[in-house]
Structure formats: C-alpha cells, structure tokens
C-alpha cells in the first residue's frame, strides 16, 4: 500500500478473541474490531516509514523581541517529539501535541539580548523513528560607521542553505554574503525589504563558514536568519 507499507503479524498466544485493525493509510491503527479464533491471536502492526519530518522556518517577527517561528509536521507515522539540543540567547516555546499528530506544530524562539546573535537547534523526531534536526541563526547586522561592517558564522549545516534578509528602517542599502569563499550580492535594499539568497551551489558537506558584510549609512540594520 502506497506509500506506507503495511503488515499485520498474526501470532499464537493460547484461545480467545482480538480485534482486526483498519488503518488510515497514513501508517497509524485507527480502529479495532472483533476478530476471534479458538489458537488466538496477537496482531502486530509495522509501517516502513523513512522519511523524515520536515523542519522549516515558516515566520520572522522582527519586534521587538525579534522571533522567528519553525513549523515541524510529519505526515507519515506523525510527531513524536520536539526537544531543543542547543539554544544560544533566545528562549524556545514549544506546544504541547498528541504523539503521531500530522498536523504542524509551530516552535517560537525568542531572542533574549537584541543586541546578540542568537541560535537554535531543534531535534524532531516522528513515531517511526525517523529524525530532523534543523538550527536556524537569528543575526543583527548593524552598519555602526563609516566602514563595512561584518559578521562571520562558523559550523553551518549544509541543509542550511537560506540567507533571510529582513531588512530595517533604517535598513542596509547593500549586503554581501560571503560563504566558503563565494560572494553572493544583495543590492539596493529598501527600507522594511524582505528578501531571501539560496546559497546552497557553495555550500559542502560538513560545516561551512558564512560571513555577512553589511554597506549603508550608520546606524542602519538588518535581521537576518541563516536556515533551511
């Protein structure tokens, strides 16, 4: 059955009645209904799930306190769990879920200093087993003289190949992103601009280094978010 493969294990554990198992193609028992014979039987149910839940940054709350909002879901065996593995200068809200639910739950992390980098990484897990980490980076990058000013991230995952620019007002009007080397160009940035980069053609397996260097008068800024 298409796309969960789904078995039923009949074994003989002594005389009596148990139930037969309908299932709503999604790899999760649903109802149980009478099902008897005098050797018994015990049903075990196995779904072949591989994929993994997805992870992604869904919302950018500039604030303050600036947020950023990831939304997790699996729609195969559904959630299981959600748990923080790391959290640098942000504080993380998690909503409380049924396990196996397909419906998206929505994690909200919150910068703690606003002056700060801050950063997040998250461990999802679905009823199969199947896992998905995902570590989006919050960044301020504030134009505080009259030179470029910039930023380095080290350590980023090569799934986290997205450079969201929210721009402020004042905004920056230019912003390089350098990674691994490569230079990718955002220009004539408008105050309150939002735009995002896909810097995934520089991107290896392994850590990868991202330094973001910030053009415009004093005191403009920018929140960006390094993601997938």
């Given at each position: 059955m298409d796309p969960i493969d789904q078995r039923i294990y009949f074994t003989n554990y002594g005389a009596g009645t148990i139930e037969s198992a309908n299932f709503d193609g999604t790899g999760r028992t649903t109802v149980l209904s009478g099902l008897t014979s005098p050797y018994g039987l015990a049903l075990q149910f196995a779904s072949s799930d591989v994929t993994a839940p997805s992870c992604a940054l869904t919302g950018i709350i500039p604030g303050p306190p600036k947020q950023i909002q990831v939304t997790a879901q699996d729609t195969g065996s559904g959630l299981a769990s959600i748990s923080v593995l790391a959290v640098t200068n942000a504080t993380v809200s998690i909503p409380p879920f049924p396990t196996g639910t397909p419906t998206p739950v929505v994690v909200?992390?919150?910068?703690?200093?606003?002056?700060?980098?801050?950063?997040?990484?998250l461990l999802v897990a679905d009823v199969a087993g199947n896992l998905t980490t995902c570590d989006p980076v919050m960044l301020d990058v504030i134009r505080t003289n009259g030179k470029p000013v910039s930023q380095t991230v080290s350590d980023v995952p090569v799934l986290e190949n997205q450079v969201t620019v929210h721009n402020g007002a004042p905004g920056l009007k230019n912003l390089d992103i350098t990674v691994n080397g490569t230079k990718f160009k955002v220009t004539?940035?408008?105050?309150?601009?939002?735009?995002t980069v896909d810097v995934s053609s520089a991107m290896v397996?392994?850590?990868?280094?991202?330094t973001l260097t910030a053009y415009g008068k004093?005191?403009?800024s920018a929140?960006?978010?390094?993601?997938?």
């Open positions: 909200t992390a919150t910068k703690t200093d606003q002056t700060l980098g801050a950063s997040v990484t004539a940035l408008g105050d309150n601009q939002e735009t397996e392994g850590n990868n280094t991202i004093p005191g403009s929140f960006v978010l390094i993601h997938d």
